[in-house]
């Protein structure tokens, strides 16, 4: 059974870190490029960021120098690690697989996606 598992919901002061994870089951990550997207209330569903083996990491401007992507094989998981949060990163965030980054940074059409969780800055 091919799924995303998202860690839970999490909350934290502004200026504060959270590190979010994201566990692959029925694929392995050597197969997939990994991305994180989020949704603000009331805002589109925006990519945050993607790892691509051929052309390596993509940042959206506002979380560039803040946040980090990053990927463990062995566990099959991926990991956005967030510091400096502030509250306009509040929102939905997903992790998603794709099998190419194009369909994050042009199509916005990722294979499979988590189940989200909810991150709150105060």
């Known amino acids: 059974h091919v799924q995303l598992v998202e860690s839970g919901d999490a909350s934290v002061q502004a200026g504060g870190s959270l590190r979010l994870s994201c566990t692959a089951s029925g694929f392995s990550l050597r197969d997939a490029d990994m991305g994180w997207y989020r949704q603000a209330p009331g805002n589109e569903c925006e990519l945050v960021t993607d790892?691509?083996?051929?052309?390596?990491?993509y940042y959206t401007n506002s979380v560039k120098g803040r946040f980090t992507i990053s990927q463990d094989i062995a566990k099959n998981t991926v990991f956005l690690q967030m510091n400096s949060l502030e509250p306009e990163d509040t929102g939905m965030y997903y992790c998603?697989?794709?099998?190419?980054?194009?369909?994050?940074?042009?199509?916005?059409?990722?294979?499979?996606w988590g189940q989200g969780t909810q991150v709150t800055v105060s």
């Open positions: 998603a697989a794709a099998t190419t980054y194009t369909q994050f940074r042009v199509r916005g059409r990722p294979d499979i």
């Open positions: 790892i691509s083996k051929v052309d390596g990491a």
